[in-house]
């Protein structure tokens, strides 16, 4: 079974940074995406960014744009996702996630178990 370990949550105030990571525990492929998915307390969950693992294209929600960046490292087979000029409105869980089939926004095969992100006003 595939795991995905996510690492570098934390409390950060307002307008900190952070930077997410994601190891999966098998090879991750040229034909796979890689993505972030978070969940903010007492919402649904909101697909934050995707990258496609072959060519490094990533993709964004429009509620993190020009704020978050999501990158890999093929050596490391490692993803992730720089957060800055955090707000409070990005506090939740954030999500690892990989597709297996070229999805990139919703209907990821497998998830992480979540990294908690609290941004203090």
């Known amino acids: 079974q595939v795991q995905l370990e996510e690492s570098g949550g934390g409390l950060v105030q307002a307008g900190n940074s952070l930077r997410l990571s994601c190891t999966p525990s098998?090879?991750?492929?040229?034909?796979?995406?890689m993505g972030w998915v978070r969940q903010a307390p007492g919402k649904e969950r909101e697909w934050v960014a995707s990258i496609r693992w072959g060519t490094g294209r990533p993709y964004y929600g429009d509620s993190i744009k020009d704020r978050f960046t999501v990158s890999r490292s093929t050596a490391e087979n490692t993803m992730f996702l720089q957060m800055n000029n955090l707000q409070a409105e990005d506090t939740g869980v954030y999500y690892c996630?990989?597709?297996?089939?070229?999805?990139?926004?919703?209907?990821?095969?497998?998830w992480g178990q979540g990294t908690q992100v609290t941004v203090s006003s």
């Open positions: 996630v990989r597709g297996t089939r070229g999805q990139l926004t919703s209907g990821f095969d497998i």
């Open positions: 098998t090879r991750t492929y040229s034909s796979h995406v």
